[in-house]
């Protein structure tokens, strides 16, 4: 049984099945499907929409076909003869990959499937596109180094091979490879929006939702469409006989879990209680929950706490440490970077206020 996220996901840019917002852009992208579509960067917050969208034009360029679609574990070798692996999603015509899966590799995974896609030829002879396409998300995680590989490679093979990027930030990818791709960007759907999107779902899924809990869904949802519908899925779940005004909205555990890790952090600034929230936290990187994510969690919990005077310093803080974050390798230590520093802030203000 399908999620709804899934079984209710746009199957075409324009038409019965179409997008329900940022119309002019799909009629955009289908114009660039019909002709010879170049190098593709498309950005926007998560859950605004961008993989749907990057779906229904592989649709648009090869047909139901680019649909049957199968996991496959790649392996790659470094130039130290280190052994990689990476997880894609391929069908005859495309692959989908996240090369910063693979950290500081990721030039290696890049380049080598660019050259094996541009490489092969079609297996279909009746599609009338000549190239095959190569889908990379999470771009705005890839190394400067992999990026400059990347520019270099698909200038070498743009007529065998087009590039779709997907990223949340444009801030973090280098301009020539911007210089080189058409820019999709993807905003977040307004509320209205959204709000006519769950109500075509609630209304073929049969359900009734008080207005009031709607209303309260999308604002927590901050624009992330994809979340406010898993939401409302899992509040029927919960609410089977059905959701009334006073029903309770469902927070993500992990969201739980790093909300307590702050009142801890909050409690008592020691060096064990670091070492607690170190494992807390690497408890929490360990199920998969993106560490951007997670930095932005803890300081949004750890602010309202914060006297005034130590909330520039502390933000300022976060901001460096969450830079090294993404450049480095190791997350927990520049979370256990920013929790030493937060605690040092803490208690100076504290001794301070005595």
Known sequence: MALWVDKYRPKELLGKDGVDYHLEQASHLKFLAADCMPHLLFCGPSGAGKKTRIKCLLRELYGVGVDKTQLIMKSFTTPTNRKLEIQTVSSNYHVEMTPSDVGIYDRVVVQDIVKEMAQTSQIETSSQKPFKVVVLCEADSLTRDAQHGLRRTMEKYANNCKIILCCESLSRIIEPLQSRCIIINVPAPSDDKMRAVINKIIEAEKIQIPSNILQKIIEKSEGNLRRAILTIEALK????????????????????????????????????????????????ISRLIPTTVIFKKLLEFLLPSCPPAIVREVVSEAAKFEHRLILGQKPIFHFEGFISSFMDIYLSNASKSK
Not at 251 to 267: G, V
Request: zero cysteines.
């Open 237 to 284: 779940m919960e609410n089977e006989s059905g959701i009334s005004a006073n029903a309770q909205i469902p927070t993500a555990e992990w969201e739980i879990y790093i909300q307590e890790t702050a009142r801890m952090i909050l409690m008592k600034q020691t060096p064990d209680m670091i070492l607690k929230v170190r494992e807390r936290l690497y408890e929490v």
